[in-house]
């Protein structure tokens, strides 16, 4: 059984910086593409960083390009998200998750995911 479990959530100041990790057991970690989606409240889960399985391909969503960045460490099956210069938009319920393959950034094409971090950004 494929678990994920975030850490790393909390309340920030606007422009502070928070990094996100996501430890997942059961399964070969490094055959599939992990994500990162977060969720505003009353909306639907969107996305908001890939990555591929281990060809290093990365993407993202137009409104965290250039301050967020997602990176693997494939010999502790941890996934991280740095999240730089954050804003108050950027308070979301963040989730993490496992590709159905070894990459893939839209929704339907995640099968696990973990529990999700509380991430809030004061102005």
């Known amino acids: 059984q494929v678990r994920l479990v975030e850490s790393g959530g909390g309340l920030v100041e606007a422009g502070d910086s928070l990094r996100l990790s996501c430890v997942a057991s059961g399964g070969t970690f490094s055959r599939y593409g992990m994500g990162w989606f977060r969720q505003f409240p009353g909306k639907e889960r969107s996305f908001v960083a890939a990555?591929?399985?281990?060809?290093?391909?990365?993407k993202y969503s137009d409104s965290v390009e250039g301050r967020f960045t997602i990176s693997r460490d494939n010999a502790k099956n941890t996934v991280y998200l740095q999240m730089n210069d954050l804003k108050p938009e950027d308070t979301a319920v963040y989730y993490c998750?496992?590709?159905?393959?070894?990459?893939?950034?839209?929704?339907?094409?995640?099968?696990?995911w973990g529990q999700g971090a509380q991430v809030t950004v004061s102005s």
């Open positions: 990555i591929s399985a281990s060809r290093g391909l990365t």
């Open positions: 998750a496992r590709g159905r393959t070894s990459w893939g950034f839209r929704r339907v094409e995640y099968d696990y």
